[in-house]
């Protein structure tokens, strides 16, 4: 289900938006049009679809439009031109005050400098939202205690925020978001200011976090890392425009221009790239139908050692050497049973290589990739070249 649809959307910042507009479209460069016109070009007719429960990161370099982009989606600026639905609805429209109820019921927004209140205990912090909606101290402080908690910062809630590291301040502005309870978050350069360690703790709370509440996010970020470690889908930004929209590995083994190659060459693959998408076709036997004569032809056809067992539903059932099969056809027998072995790895289809990294010393075998049915989808053969991929790609057919 589409929660958040973004059509068309520019943001002009100048008394001319209707000339800039026109020059942008004809793919006249932002900084020309700036020096023609005197408009700045913020965000360029920019459109895209968010679902439910999507994590969707907005990532570009400083000046791309990032912010002037996620201050559109909830009218923290008022787009120039364009729409941006909210579960269907065009939110460019609303008065003043459904827009309040749509920022305290709907979508809230996470900054980069937290922007807490310093006077105010953490517990105070976070229940703000709900105060001005006229919510009671009771039901306030049990919300706030939930949201804190949520964060990990049980313990916490009646301490000040000025006592608390800049991670946990961050928190503070995260539970601050989820005890409205919005189906959608808002996070500008959330975890930008942190300290790379604490920032990656961060990211890790986010997905767990995620996890559980599964909301609606859009993140924006600078850090290609980050956007690949925490998207489902990324939009890269580019002077206002997004130049591409995509998965991790599709932003990575498909960059749409020079400036997302450019952005995305010194990453390590191993650490976004899935079992899925270096596994090759796998070759396997069906137990029941076929005998060892049969697994030794296409062991010897494709110069292999071994060979997957399935079943007719293409579940794996084991593996058998060669050696092994061979004996077997010589006493005639003809099923694999006997020598099935079950000493190889499996692993599921959304692995990270970086963590089949550790199997590439120890198995025997090509690594099966399974699905959650245990059916073999594919196989991982000499995982220990694999990390070779690191800067290079996988080897696509293209
Ligand atoms: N209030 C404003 N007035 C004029 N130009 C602005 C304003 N806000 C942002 N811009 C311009 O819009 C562009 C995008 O800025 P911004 O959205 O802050 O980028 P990012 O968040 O990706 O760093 C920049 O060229 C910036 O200078
Ligand atoms: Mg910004």
């Not at 949520?150 to 539970?175: D, F, H, I, P």
């Not at 690594?367 to 989808?377: E, G, P, W």
Request: net charge neutral; proline share 3%.
């Amino acid at each position: 289900m589409t929660e958040l649809e973004v059509k068309n959307l520019y943001k002009i910042f100048g008394s001319n938006p209707n000339e800039a507009r026109k020059l942008a479209e004809e793919g006249v460069p932002k900084d020309k049009i700036l020096k023609e016109t005197g408009n700045t070009i913020g965000v360029n007719n920019v459109s895209f679809k968010v679902e439910k429960g999507e994590t969707f990161v907005v990532m570009g370099l400083s000046g791309s439009g990032k912010s002037t982009l996620i201050r559109c989606l909830n009218r923290l600026q008022d787009p120039t031109f364009g729409e941006v639905h909210v579960n269907g609805r065009n939110i460019v429209t609303l008065n003043k005050q459904e827009l309040r109820d749509l920022r305290r019921t709907k979508m809230s927004m996470v900054f980069q400098n937290f922007g807490l209140f310093p006077h105010r205990s953490v517990r105070r912090n976070v229940d703000y939202g709900l105060e001005i909606q006229g919510i009671g101290m009771e039901e306030r402080k049990k919300r706030a205690y939930e949201a804190l908690k949520l964060v990990g910062l049980e313990g916490y809630e009646e301490m000040k925020t000025t006592e608390l590291s800049g991670g946990m301040q961050q928190r503070v502005g995260l539970a601050r978001a989820l005890v409205l309870d919005p189906d959608i978050l808002l996070m500008d350069e959330a975890f930008s200011a942190l300290d790379p360690l604490i920032k990656r703790n961060m990211q890790d709370e986010l997905l767990e976090l995620q996890e559980k509440v599964k909301k609606t996010i859009v993140f924006i970020t600078h850090d290609l890392d980050e956007a690949l470690k925490l998207g489902d889908r990324i939009a890269v930004m580019y002077e206002g425009s997004v130049v591409q929209i995509g998965t991790p590995e599709e932003i990575l083994t498909e960059p749409a221009n020079d400036y997302v190659r450019d952005f995305v060459e010194n990453v390590d693959r191993t650490k976004v790239l899935t079992a899925e998408s270096i596994m090759k076709k796998p070759l396997a036997v069906v137990d029941s139908r076929e005998g060892p004569k049969a697994a030794i032809r296409r062991m010897e056809k494709e110069e292999i050692s071994s060979i997957y067992v399935v079943d007719k539903s293409r579940i794996l059932q084991g593996v058998v050497d060669i050696e092994d099969a061979k004996r077997l056809a010589d006493k005639g027998v003809k099923s694999l049973k006997s020598i099935l072995k079950s000493d190889y790895d499996t692993t599921a289809l959304d692995t990270r290589i970086i963590d089949l990294l550790p199997l590439a010393s120890r198995t025997n075998y090509p690594i099966a990739v399974i699905d959650d049915k245990q059916r073999l989808m594919g196989v991982i053969v000499r995982v220990s070249v694999i990390s070779g991929i690191s800067r290079e790609g996988v080897d696509n057919d293209a």
